[in-house]
């Protein structure tokens, strides 16, 4: 649960993430029963929630950011219009209270802030451009702001050059690109700035970089030890390079006008994407016709301006913590079982993971190069074994690298769709389960038997 100390901005310029209740003239007041934390619920007593009023968490002054109570207990309460009927919740959740630092042991775990090592808030003032904001900017302000020189710095929005000279960092406007005098602009005739570190078989990135990629490529690393400082220098410039390509790219892409497809390509797109970062944050701005109910006027851009950057950081550290968290202890079980793959078949074409839900493709595609597999197809994995969450083991087939649908080999064409008892029969091997339409991936009871669907399909190679 996100608690958010003081005033929030309105309900239509609030993230949904904060889940605070509108209200018009209902309280509900919680007094909880450790760290002096008062939790005061507005609600609305009618179903259409149209209130511009919003849930305020007021904390002790004695600390900063806020203080989680070891058990906190929140009711909700709505009333429907039309009805006297009243429907309450409560539910309870209880905090761990430990006070250690697990990141001091873990270096996968992100660093938690507390007095001792939350950065003062900075005096320096970030500059960009007034007007329509994109999600390019708005990520590179929340990336500075993490930094402890620009950490929660003010912004200042305008095109005056003369109001921008007074900032201390530049970003997106003023038509330059200097590191050494702190301005970020990518607009200007002639620009060619691409990330420095090539992906597999690139002679050179399509993507140039814009403001935000200028700042990750600056203070990328810095950004990612803020939240991980025991990463290795080496686990550091893996996730520096997954940020970029998993992340950072398509912003920089989005930003700068490069099409998923080359303008060239016979192949049609079948729909058009309008659910990610960019699209998001473009939707923030003001509509030219948007009124605000109370006040009459327009909503304040650089209020919304705001918001699309923490919405910006919001998704930035949850693919942060996907790779550091999840991606990177992966490597190791995928590299165990590259190693013994011969042990688990003679073909050394299957591998073998103790439990399903890791992300092993990437690591896979990476290992079979760093181990010179993937100059030989025939020597290439072509499927894994692992059980799912109900203790079925699965088969799936690997993908080709940068293909979401193309297997390098499918389980054979007369399995697919087929089920249970009848897969049995068809295939000829015990306590099989399913396999997919697609022929991708398929189950079993047993290791053994996954294991011989796996063989099965390696012989006749997918017929």
């Given at each position: 649960q996100k608690i958010v100390v003081g005033e929030t901005l309105p309900i239509s310029q609030r993230p949904m993430k904060q889940y605070n209740i509108p209200s018009q003239d209902r309280k509900y007041k919680k007094k909880s029963n450790s760290n002096n934390l008062i939790i005061i619920i507005l609600l609305h007593k009618f179903l259409n929630l149209t209130s511009q009023r919003t849930t305020t968490v007021v904390a002790s002054a004695s600390r900063t950011a806020f203080l989680i109570p070891k058990t906190a207990t929140t009711t909700t309460t709505r009333f429907y219009k039309f009805s006297p009927f009243i429907a309450t919740t409560t539910t309870t959740t209880k905090f761990n209270?430990?006070?250690?630092?697990?990141?001091?042991?873990?270096?996968?775990?992100?660093?938690?802030?507390?007095?001792?090592?939350?950065?003062?808030?900075?005096?320096?003032?970030?500059?960009?451009?007034?007007?329509?904001?994109?999600?390019?900017?708005?990520?590179?302000?929340?990336?500075?702001?993490?930094?402890?020189?620009?950490?929660?710095?003010?912004?200042v929005r305008s095109r005056d050059n003369s109001v921008l000279d007074t900032c201390d960092i530049v970003i997106d406007v003023g038509g330059i690109y200097d590191h050494s005098k702190l301005r970020y602009d990518h607009h200007q005739?002639?620009?060619?700035?691409?990330?420095?570190?090539?992906?597999?078989?690139?002679?050179?990135?399509?993507?140039?970089?814009?403001?935000?990629?200028?700042?990750?490529?600056?203070?990328?690393?810095?950004?990612?030890?803020?939240?991980?400082?025991?990463?290795?220098?080496?686990?550091?410039?893996?996730?520096?390079?997954?940020?970029?390509?998993?992340?950072?790219?398509?912003?920089?892409?989005?930003?700068?006008?490069?099409?998923?497809?080359?303008?060239?390509?016979?192949?049609?797109?079948?729909?058009?994407?309008?659910?990610?970062?960019?699209?998001?944050v473009g939707r923030l701005n003001p509509r030219w016709n948007e009124v605000d109910d109370i006040t009459g006027e327009s909503p304040d851009p650089d209020a919304r301006f705001e918001l699309a950057s923490n919405i910006c950081g919001d998704d930035f550290t949850s693919m942060l913590v996907q790779v550091v968290e999840s991606d990177l202890p992966a490597r190791s079980f995928v590299e165990k079982a590259m190693k013994e793959r011969m042990s688990t078949d003679a073909s050394g074409e299957i591998i073998v993971f103790p439990s399903g839900g890791l992300p092993w493709k990437q690591h896979l595609y990476d290992l079979e190069k760093e181990m010179g597999l993937n100059e030989d197809e025939d020597k290439m994995i072509k499927f894994v074994l692992y059980t799912d969450q109900s203790g079925m083991?699965?088969?799936?087939?690997?993908?080709?690298e940068g293909q979401a649908f193309q297997n390098r080999l499918s389980l054979p064409e007369e399995w697919r769709g087929v089920r249970d008892e009848d897969l049995t029969a068809v295939a000829g091997i015990k306590g099989c389960k399913f396999c997919h339409a697609a022929g991708f991936i398929g189950g079993n009871e047993t290791f053994e038997g996954a294991l011989e669907m796996a063989r099965v399909a390696l012989a006749g190679k997918g017929k």
């Open positions: 209270m430990s006070t250690d630092d697990s990141s001091e042991k873990n270096p996968f775990k992100r660093m938690k802030l507390n007095e001792s090592n939350t950065p003062t808030k900075s005096a320096k003032v970030i500059g960009t451009h007034s007007g329509t904001f994109q999600a390019d900017e708005a990520m590179g302000v929340w990336l500075l702001r993490q930094l402890p020189t620009y950490y929660s710095s003010k912004v005739r002639g620009y060619d700035e691409r990330f420095d570190i090539l992906k597999e078989g690139q002679e050179q990135r399509i993507t140039k970089l814009s403001a935000s990629g200028l700042v990750y490529r600056h203070y990328g690393r810095e950004v990612i030890q803020c939240f991980y400082p025991n990463l290795s220098s080496e686990q550091v410039e893996l996730v520096y390079r997954k940020m970029y390509d998993s992340f950072m790219e398509p912003l920089d892409a989005i930003d700068t006008g490069v099409e998923v497809l080359p303008p060239d390509s016979d192949v049609k797109l079948q729909y058009r994407e309008r659910t990610g970062l960019s699209s998001r083991w699965r088969v799936q087939a690997v993908s080709v």
